[in-house]
């Protein structure tokens, strides 16, 4: 196999990897630009993704399940809202209970539900995303270089993949070039001019955390109805931590988010790629030092390589009006 080959099958499984972590990163762009720092990114798609395998099994329509996931992904979220934004609680304790909540929650009901230790129904073929073939890609994947590109690299993924992507530029666009996304990020800095100007600082963190649950609603989705045939017990597996630390790696831009969930992916998919495979001067590596790379490079890149990291002023203070 040369090299070129195995660059296109890693940058593969690169962008594979990483569209839970672009989705969940972009729904903690929203909410930290509107200065509520929500650390529950993990619990939402852990509960979407069960919502998704569950739904889906039951109906047998994969359609459900993504709309049963958006819905309890955001119901999730509105809990997080409540606690913090209208009762004014402790954001950070708010979001870890909803991650041992939900944690605990999907195994019970699992087992309650299908008997299967805690997993959902392996899924048919209409229960589950199927990839996207662009046009001639057997045919063109002869053609050298650019082939492999075009049938491996840009065809061949779920339609959840492309909307990550997509997801991108249009969050840019609502937080750049709408009135929307300027409240929003005015919000997140300076909430008193805003509430000066008579527009509701409470509403406008709700509308935030509507758009977090529905983005971490899609990430779950895709682990479940696209990546697996079905929910399997934490099978977020810290992506939901990973994504957070993109989002500060990337300094809460969204073109960086991206690049920053790409990089991580990377550090997963070479994690994987590497296991059981002899290293030059060193041998063969254990499987568990693999498995923990992503996860301490994610350390030394966040201890060592941004920078001062800057987030927006009034994150994770409750609002109080003054009177």
Same mark, same amino acid.
């Given at each position: 196999?040369?090299?070129?080959?195995?660059?296109?099958?890693?940058?593969?499984?690169?962008?594979?990897?990483?569209?839970?972590?672009?989705?969940? /990163?972009? !729904?903690?762009?929203?909410?930290?630009? !509107?200065?509520?720092?929500?650390?529950?990114?993990?619990?939402?798609?852990?509960?979407?993704?069960?919502?998704?395998?569950?739904?889906?099994?039951?109906? @047998?329509?994969?359609?459900?399940?993504?709309?049963?996931?958006?819905?309890?992904?955001?119901? $999730?979220?509105?809990?997080?809202?409540?606690?913090?934004?209208?009762?004014?609680?402790?954001?950070?304790?708010?979001?870890?209970?909803?991650?041992?909540?939900?944690?605990?929650?999907?195994?019970?009901?699992?087992?309650?539900?299908?008997?299967?230790?805690?997993?959902?129904?392996?899924? /048919?073929?209409?229960?589950?995303?199927?990839?996207?073939?662009?046009?001639?890609?057997?045919?063109?994947?002869?053609?050298?270089?650019?082939?492999?590109?075009?049938?491996?690299?840009?065809?061949?993924?779920? $339609?959840?993949?492309?909307?990550?992507?997509?997801?991108?530029?249009?969050?840019?666009?609502?937080?750049?070039?709408?009135?929307?996304?300027?409240?929003?990020?005015?919000?997140?800095?300076?909430?008193?001019?805003?509430?000066?100007?008579?527009?509701?600082?409470?509403?406008?963190?709700?509308?935030?955390?509507?758009?977090?649950?529905?983005?971490?609603?899609?990430?779950?989705?895709?682990?479940?109805?696209?990546?697996?045939?079905?929910?399997?017990?934490?099978?977020?597996?810290?992506?939901?931590?990973?994504?957070?630390?993109?989002?500060?790696?990337?300094?809460?831009?969204?073109?960086?988010?991206?690049?920053?969930?790409?990089?991580?992916?990377?550090?997963?998919?070479?994690?994987?790629?590497?296991?059981?495979?002899?290293?030059?001067?060193?041998? @063969?590596?254990?499987? @568990?030092?693999?498995?923990?790379?992503?996860?301490?490079?994610?350390?030394?890149?966040?201890?060592?390589?941004?920078?001062?990291?800057?987030?927006?002023?009034?994150?994770?203070?409750?609002?109080?009006?003054?009177?």
């Amino acid at each position: 196999m040369d090299f070129f080959h195995v660059l296109v099958v890693l940058l593969e499984s690169t962008i594979r990897v990483s569209v839970p972590l672009v989705f969940a /990163a972009l !729904a903690g762009l929203f909410t930290e630009r !509107a200065g509520v720092f929500d650390i529950g990114l993990e619990g939402k798609m852990l509960g979407a993704a069960f919502a998704a395998g569950a739904a889906a099994a039951v109906t @047998q329509s994969v359609w459900v399940g993504l709309l049963a996931a958006v819905l309890i992904s955001v119901l $999730l979220s509105l809990v997080h809202g409540y606690a913090s934004i209208t009762q004014r609680g402790n954001q950070i304790v708010s979001g870890v209970a909803i991650n041992f909540i939900v944690a605990g929650s999907t195994v019970i009901l699992g087992e309650a539900w299908f008997r299967q230790g805690g997993r959902t129904p392996a899924l /048919a073929e209409g229960a589950r995303f199927q990839t996207i073939s662009f046009p001639d890609a057997d045919m063109i994947r002869e053609v050298p270089l650019l082939g492999p590109i075009y049938a491996d690299l840009l065809s061949g993924h779920f $339609l959840l993949t492309y909307l990550a992507f997509a997801m991108v530029p249009i969050s840019w666009w609502i937080l750049y070039r709408t009135r929307f996304g300027l409240r929003l990020r005015a919000v997140g800095e300076n909430p008193g001019a805003v509430d000066t100007a008579g527009i509701s600082v409470i509403w406008l963190r709700y509308r935030a955390v509507i758009c977090c649950g529905i983005l971490c609603g899609f990430a779950g989705a895709y682990l479940s109805l696209a990546m697996t045939a079905g929910f399997v017990k934490g099978m977020t597996a810290g992506k939901g931590y990973i994504a957070l630390a993109a989002l500060i790696f990337a300094k809460w831009r969204p073109k960086n988010v991206m690049f920053a969930c790409l990089l991580f992916g990377f550090l997963d998919a070479l994690a994987i790629r590497l296991q059981g495979t002899p290293l030059p001067l060193i041998g @063969q590596v254990p499987v @568990q030092f693999m498995q923990a790379l992503p996860y301490i490079l994610t350390v030394i890149l966040l201890a060592g390589f941004i920078g001062k990291a800057i987030p927006p002023k009034a994150g994770g203070v409750p609002y109080v009006k003054e009177r």
